[in-house]
């Protein structure tokens, strides 16, 4: 844990925070701003869809403050590089499709209606490749994000549930335990003088 208002190592504000991080220019520090995906300690910036990600690489983080487990990670890395994979794909079949229209009227002009078919068939598939590359991306990348979340929003619930139990426990003054005393045995009586020589 951090001392408030310690200044910022950046631009001297003292309008710190206690976890590091300095509201005034956006500086952090502290292990646990490290990002899981490339190392360096860097701020959170939100960039939809991908939500939180990191100001240095650009990869999710999902959670300020949050370290995510290596393999998810990995499988979040993978994921985002598919995604930038068939959005290239599907920029290259939507310019191929896009040049099939003028193409499909030059080829009518010069081979007839055969052309003119063959340029829209191309036309078609390369449209179709496109959407089917894009939503691959998309749903593979949209299933990790999803699965990220669910693993912080759990992290998040156990450490609710840690501090609620930690905050119901008794005082240790309330933990001593008094033994119960026997009394099933008698206490031996001791007779007065005057009645033992009565007695006797």
Do not use: N
């Not at 710190?16 to 860097?42: F, S």
């Not at 939809?48 to 990191?54: I, T």
């Not at 033994?179 to 001791?190: F, H, K, M, N, R």
Request: include cysteine.
């Amino acid at each position: 844990m951090y001392r408030l208002l310690e200044p910022c190592a950046r631009c001297g504000s003292e309008a710190t925070t206690a976890d590091g991080a300095c509201q005034a220019c956006g500086y952090v520090w502290g292990p646990e701003h490290t990002c899981v995906h490339c190392g360096e300690i860097r701020p959170l910036i939100d960039r939809a869809p991908l939500g939180c990600v990191c100001a240095g690489c650009g990869l999710p983080r999902i959670a300020p403050r949050w370290q995510m487990a290596p393999a998810q990670a990995e499988r979040l890395r993978a994921a985002v590089e598919v995604r930038e994979r068939t959005r290239k794909v599907a920029v290259v079949a939507v310019v191929i499709a896009t040049a099939c229209v003028p193409l499909g009227l030059l080829a009518g002009d010069v081979a007839g209606f055969g052309g003119w078919l063959g340029t829209l068939v191309a036309w078609a598939v390369s449209l179709g490749f496109a959407v089917l590359a894009r939503r691959r991306g998309v749903v593979r990348l949209d299933a990790e994000l999803a699965a990220a979340r669910l693993a912080w929003e759990r992290r998040a619930v156990e450490g609710r549930a840690r501090v609620a139990v930690s905050a119901e426990e008794p005082a240790p003054a309330d933990r001593v335990r008094v033994a119960p005393v026997d009394t099933s045995e008698e206490e031996d009586v001791i007779e007065p003088a005057s009645a033992r020589r009565q007695s006797s």
